[in-house]
């Protein structure tokens, strides 16, 4: 038998100590990313010019280094480049100068903003088209809506993220979707006399709310914090929301978890479900009309400490199912308690899971008045 070399023998050694272990994670190669520095509309101009003539799936970083303007854009900023990453960060402030959008973002554009100010609006439009707020990334209005969301675009807001003083927060249309896990939207003012949310407006799209806070936004018609209308999707398992959902045209709210300082108000054949969390604070709790249905199935909702009760009020044709779950006033006394109100007509229905009616109906205007109620559930799962 041949001898082998002591260097043979090193070399055998040295591939078996580095060679990958079974189970093991190879090392983490760090992501090539091209940066850029900008100060100017002009260094910004540069920047968005090499990332549009760029290769697909490269990765870009914008160092924003200074405050300046840039004018409004009716067309992707980063035009027809697709798979492309770009983040853009910095503690300055970007404005817009002019009509259309601060930031417009198209199909295979995935555009992340953190630690920056943006006075302006981003559009957000077509497949895997999407924009991500984090790390105290702020947009505020100048007059319209701070992002639209439309065409299966994606909207994704995180950690200390804000969007505040427009006429619409987000406005989410065609299938886009709005995912926000952390960040407050508040402070937002829509004038328009009739239907118009300050907040997030959801119209044929979806809504995904597991963090954050949507306070303190007003409108002068119907609106308020969060509206859904054709076809809206929203769910709702985590967060805070201060004032009034409303919920429209064959339109539907699940509610997982979370909190509800405010009312809900369902119409159009649209569907509130209400598995977990707390609705309080409100004399009128869930106002449910036009064929609109409530059904709860576990959770809480209860008055404020205002001397206040709490309550579920239904017009023609609204339907109030409780399955489970507590109603009741903020203390135990005579002026705090649970009020059901039911207009002097039959097309209402309010039952229990078990279909024993929670108010029987009389020809009169009914109002059903106690401290507290629980839901009983149905002796049929199937059965509402």
Request: negative net charge; glycine residues 14%.
């Amino acid at each position: 038998m041949r001898k082998i070399s002591k260097n043979l023998i090193s070399f055998l050694m040295l591939i078996a100590i580095t060679m990958p272990i079974m189970g093991c994670k190879s090392p983490t190669i760090p992501e090539h990313r091209i940066t850029f520095n900008v100060g100017s509309a002009k260094e910004w101009n540069e920047a968005v010019n090499t990332i549009e003539t760029g290769d697909a799936g490269e990765s870009y970083v914008i160092n924003v280094r200074n405050d300046f303007e840039l004018p409004g854009t009716e067309n992707p900023t980063f035009g027809n480049a697709t798979d492309i990453s770009v983040e853009i960060k910095g503690k300055y402030t970007l404005t817009q100068s002019s009509a259309g959008s601060l930031i417009y973002i198209g199909s295979g554009q995935n555009v992340t903003v953190s630690n920056i100010v943006m006075k302006g609006g981003v559009c957000v439009s077509g497949a895997s088209a999407v924009f991500t707020m984090k790390e105290k990334a702020t947009l505020e209005g100048i007059g319209g809506c701070g992002v639209l969301v439309t065409d299966h675009g994606i909207l994704n807001m995180q950690d200390n993220a804000s969007i505040k003083k427009n006429a619409t927060a987000v406005r989410i249309y065609s299938g886009g979707s709005f995912n926000m896990s952390g960040g407050t939207i508040s402070d937002n003012h829509h004038s328009g006399m009739r239907t118009g949310c300050s907040g997030v407006w959801i119209k044929d799209g979806f809504f995904e709310m597991s963090g954050g806070t949507i306070s303190k936004n007003t409108s002068q018609g119907i609106g308020g914090d969060v509206f859904l209308e054709a076809r809206g999707d929203f769910t709702m398992s985590g967060g805070n929301i201060s004032r009034f959902i409303y919920i429209y045209s064959n339109s539907v709210f699940t509610m997982i978890e979370g909190n509800i300082a405010g009312s809900v108000n369902i119409g159009g054949n649209s569907i509130f479900t209400m598995l977990d969390g707390k609705i309080s604070n409100h004399s009128m709790a869930v106002y449910i009309s036009g064929g609109g249905t409530f059904k709860m199935m576990n959770g809480t909702i209860s008055g404020s400490e205002a001397n206040q009760g709490s309550g579920v009020s239904l017009s023609q044709y609204g339907k109030f199912v409780m399955f489970g779950g507590t109603i009741h006033g903020s203390q135990e006394n005579d002026i705090n308690r649970f009020t059901l109100h039911c207009p002097p007509t039959s097309n209402w229905v309010a039952q229990y899971g078990d279909e024993t009616n929670i108010l029987p109906h009389t020809d009169g205007h009914d109002t059903y008045t106690r401290h507290t109620i629980v839901g009983k559930q149905s002796r049929n799962e199937n059965k509402e």
